[in-house]
């Protein structure tokens, strides 16, 4: 066993010697593999290990209770899991049943009533090597992690659920498409974005500024190479690794708040769901409605990642073309009785007096959505002319 874990953040290692950093990591201890099942070559540990294979589209919370099952009928002394961000998050929350004072029941039974659980402060109940096969979730080095269950998708945050390791290898990187990997870096770069739309230390604007130019600039370089997606995966991983994301609004980044029940509503992925509500967000803070962010906090991160770029200067219509740069699809335009679920959706779960959307209500919600970026409506299914029976 390691001596106990008390960082912040993760060790990070990348390289091409991930493999070999692999095998020390985990010698001499029992390991169990926790895989997305599309992977088709999980970094080898030290010795032959248990392997789980997982669906990523199916670690909802039966999904995770299957993996408690495995981990509390022989718990590991360390756990690998590989595979994208809905797996490493699964991961992490199923590896709270080896916490002490039933820490998972509570994190399951508090998520069954409530969008936001904060655990109980605590050290990680085992060792986590998180190895990520996707770019931009940063679920690899984060304390958060994201619960699918009835209600929708719910968010973890504690210590509990931090790894201990961070591996980035270039291999479990290598089929991603060209669309991936803009999408992961856009996925960083909003995250720097939301969390600069609120008033902060020097020290953090900075940070996030350098890191979101950083990112701008790998995303628009090859991204075909191993060395360009290796410097977008450690990118992405410096945005928890710095004072980027810190700052007194832990709530910043309110967009995501109606991207993830966008998402859970009509079936999509998180970040075609932010594209879909970030601008029609900025320009409510635009418009100087501090319910949403700070005008000039944005304005200002904007301005610093803008400059000596073709974006424009302007930031609902910076991130417009941003996203039509990195040509990220939207989704169809929603019904009015769906909007009106969303909307409602989202003031139960985050909205009305929690500090997340506070004092932010169903109908501003509701126009929120409506000014909001969508493709074309999805098509009414035609109606079939009518056939008369013969007799």
């Known amino acids: 066993m390691t001596v106990p874990f008390t960082a912040r953040v993760p060790t990070l290692w990348h390289g091409p010697r991930a493999r070999e950093t692999m095998v020390g990591l985990t010698a001499g201890r029992d390991t169990l593999v926790i895989a997305d099942a599309a992977v088709a070559r999980p970094l080898p540990a030290a010795q032959p290990a248990r392997t789980m294979t997982v669906d990523a589209s199916a670690v909802d919370e039966p999904g995770i209770v299957l993996i408690v099952e495995e981990i509390v009928r022989r718990p590991p002394e360390v756990i690998v899991a590989v595979g994208g961000g809905s797996v490493l998050d699964a991961s992490k929350i199923a590896a709270l049943a080896l916490s002490p004072g039933r820490l998972l029941d509570f994190a399951l039974r508090h998520a069954a009533t409530s969008a936001l659980t904060i655990l109980p402060d605590a050290p990680p109940p085992v060792d986590i090597i998180a190895v990520p096969t996707t770019l931009g979730t940063s679920s690899e080095t984060n304390s958060v992690a994201i619960l699918r269950n009835g209600r929708g998708a719910r968010l973890l945050i504690g210590r509990s659920l931090r790894p201990r390791h961070a591996v980035l290898d270039s291999d479990q990187l290598a089929t991603l498409t060209p669309a991936a990997v803009r999408e992961g870096a856009l996925e960083a770069f909003l995250r720097l974005a939301g969390a600069s739309t609120s008033p902060r230390t020097a020290r953090a604007d900075r940070d996030a500024r350098v890191l979101g130019r950083a990112l701008l600039e790998a995303a628009s370089a090859d991204v075909m190479s191993t060395t360009g997606r290796l410097r977008l995966a450690r990118l992405s991983a410096a945005t928890q690794r710095t004072a980027a994301l810190r700052g007194p609004d832990l709530y910043s980044a309110r967009h995501w708040y109606l991207a993830n029940e966008v998402a859970f509503h009509l079936g999509v992925r998180k970040m075609v769901a932010t594209a879909a509500v970030i601008a029609a967000v900025w320009r409510r803070i635009g418009a100087g409605d501090a319910r949403w962010g ?48 969303i909307a409602a959706a989202v003031e139960t779960a985050w909205g009305a007096h929690r500090p ?21 409506p999805r098509s009414a299914p035609a109606d079939h002319p009518r056939v008369t029976e013969r007799r």
């Open 294 to 341: 700070d005008r000039d906090s944005l304005r200002s991160f904007w301005a610093g990642v803008a400059s000596g770029t073709s974006l424009p200067r302007e930031p609902v219509a910076g991130v417009s073309a941003l996203l039509d740069r990195g040509a990220l699809s939207t989704p169809p335009r929603p019904s009015a009785p769906e909007i009106d679920r």
């Open 356 to 376: 997340m959307l506070r004092g932010l209500r169903a109908e501003e919600i509701d126009a929120v959505l409506r000014d909001s970026r969508w493709s074309a």
